[in-house]
């Protein structure tokens, strides 16, 4: 059983402990904030009041012994769930406060508070447990239904015309623990031992550390000149060209992979055999050989017109039509739209299809079922694997080199060949690049993907930015914690 003490600590295995405090105890408040945002953001003023006038509706000695009791459970140092209670009759107490850390949640730790504070209420000698949720919390009701709660409410109706949800539980007496159990219980636990595991990143860490060493000790990679040669302008043109090559084929790309997706799923014979058709065809074709082709298609075909079959003619000339660029970029594109429409067409299989059967019942038409229901929840899977598609795109723009076009690697090369002794720091130079822009669009990648994850998610998960802004908060926290408690022990040696 917990004591009365405001630092009563309670260790339920080996990595999780429980802390027993009070509301007003700063160790409690990212817990009480957190519940605060949530049932704003559940409820907002449905209620009839502001989530605030709740959490400090009560004093914090209903929540302290020995009316109540606030614990916290700890990871290690992590706060990661809580939860209270207070005094609801002579033999009733009301559970509050049941929390668990959003990056927590589904390990059962809510669970575990609830149980902690039954076995709490037991030992004081409280026979029934009371509580109440909202109607827009379903994985409360199911944890209490699952914990043997008895729903006081027409479980037929509605959540939301039931409002708000009461439960209640008889607390059954203590079976007491036999001695030989207790003994069992009482042995310490042995973690489990991984020296292979300890071996092996042993190892990796010491050549990754001999290859540093090498990358500051071997003076041929001669970093002076990388330095000279990272921002130069020829470098910077040709890093311009390949960014632009690069956005222009990724938009082409996903909007005619959408397109290609959508005849490639239509029921028009037609369409689904064309599009299948210029799936097949291009992804069988290498890349270098369709930008050769079109880069010599003037060869083949000297003008190029539009007007009425074996009629009159519009015609230009092929070399004045396309520039060296929008060949690059055409040929970029046509090969990418193959991939992007099956990542496209994957995505939308992957919704559900009773989305689409619910979207029809609404009676919305074709169009605005793929534009409103289907595509945004197939966005969350096309967005990973089309962005790799994109970084793939960054990597192959380097084959524009071989129609004349300077982007980042053909600049590379002619500098080689015109400063043969700075082969080494120029390649170096192109490397750095291509890794900045692929970390670029990784960090796009991030948060377009936590964007699109809103719907799926009930709270979306924390940017490094804000990991490392709690983490921080939590050494504050800990520290005026520890602060407190030592003036406190200083005051109790003065008296």
């Given at each position: ?21 009070r ?16 049932y704003?953001?559940?409820y ?31 990871e290690?140092d ?6 209270a ?12 406060r049941?929390?668990?850390?959003p ?8 669970a575990?508070?609830v ?8 030992g004081?000698?409280?026979?029934r ?10 994985e ?18 509605a959540?939301?015309?039931v ?22 219980l ?6 489990l031992?991984?020296?292979?595991r300890?071996?092996a ?6 050549l ?18 990388v ?6 302008p020829?470098v ?10 690069t956005?222009?084929?990724a ?32 992804r069988?074709?290498?890349?270098i050989?369709?930008l ?5 298609l ?10 009425i079959?074996?009629?009159p ?17 055409t ?43 289907v595509l945004?929840?197939?966005l ?9 598609q994109?970084v793939g ?11 004349s ?7 590379v ?6 400063y043969?002794t ?20 990784s960090?796009?990648q991030y ?23 709690r ?17 406190q022990?200083?005051d109790?040696?003065?008296?």
């Amino acid at each position: 059983m917990m004591t009365e003490t405001a630092d009563a600590t309670r260790v339920r295995s080996r990595t999780l402990t429980f802390r027993t405090v009070r509301p007003d105890d700063p160790a409690a408040t990212p817990m009480l904030a957190d519940l605060e945002r949530e049932y704003d953001a559940r409820y907002g003023d449905d209620l009839g009041e502001p989530a605030s006038v709740e959490i400090h509706r009560y004093p914090p000695e209903q929540f302290t012994a020995p009316l109540g009791a606030f614990v916290l459970l700890y990871e290690g140092d992590r706060l990661v769930a809580g939860g209270a209670f207070k005094p609801y009759d002579e033999h009733t107490v009301e559970l509050k406060r049941i929390w668990t850390a959003p990056s927590e949640r589904g390990r059962g730790l809510a669970a575990e508070v609830v149980r902690e504070l039954e076995a709490e209420a037991r030992g004081r000698g409280y026979s029934r447990v009371y509580l109440t949720t909202g109607p827009r919390q379903p994985e409360a009701v199911h944890l209490y239904r699952r914990l043997g709660y008895t729903p006081l409410y027409d479980v037929t109706l509605a959540a939301e015309e039931v409002g708000i949800h009461p439960f209640e539980k008889t607390l059954t007496p203590a079976v007491p623990t036999p001695p030989a159990v207790t003994a069992a219980l009482d042995r310490p636990v042995v973690p489990l031992q991984h020296p292979l595991r300890w071996i092996a990143a042993a190892l990796v860490l010491v050549l990754l550390l001999n290859l540093v060493q090498t990358l500051f000790t071997n003076p041929s990679w001669e970093w002076p000149r990388v330095g000279k040669w990272l921002f130069s302008p020829a470098v910077l043109t040709g890093l311009q060209l390949t960014l632009v090559a690069t956005a222009l084929s990724a938009v082409i790309s996903f909007a005619g992979g959408v397109l290609l997706a959508i005849a490639r799923l239509s029921r028009n014979p037609v369409l689904s055999s064309l599009a299948w058709g210029y799936v097949w065809l291009f992804r069988s074709v290498p890349l270098i050989l369709v930008l050769v082709f079109l880069y010599n298609l003037g060869n083949l075909y000297p003008t190029v017109g539009i007007g009425i079959p074996f009629g009159p003619q519009l015609s230009v000339p092929t070399a004045n039509l396309l520039s060296d660029l929008a060949i690059g970029v055409t040929a970029l594109s046509l090969s990418e739209i193959a991939y992007a429409s099956e990542i496209v067409r994957a995505g939308v299989l992957a919704v559900d299809h009773g989305q689409r059967e619910a979207a029809q019942a609404l009676g919305l038409p074709r169009y605005r079922q793929f534009l409103r229901i289907v595509l945004p929840q197939a966005l969350r899977s096309i967005v990973p694997a089309f962005v790799n598609q994109v970084v793939g795109l960054l990597k192959a723009s380097s084959l524009l080199f071989y129609v004349s076009l300077l982007d980042l690697f053909g600049v590379v090369q002619n500098l080689s060949s015109t400063y043969p002794t700075d082969i080494i720091p120029l390649l170096v130079v192109a490397t750095i690049w291509y890794l900045v822009l692929t970390s670029a669009v990784s960090v796009v990648q991030y948060h377009v993907e936590r964007w699109t994850a809103r719907g799926t998610v009930r709270v979306l998960p924390e940017t490094p930015l804000q990991r490392v802004w709690r983490a921080v908060r939590r050494n504050r926290l800990r520290a005026a914690t520890h602060a407190r408690g030592t003036v406190q022990q200083n005051d109790g040696k003065a008296l």
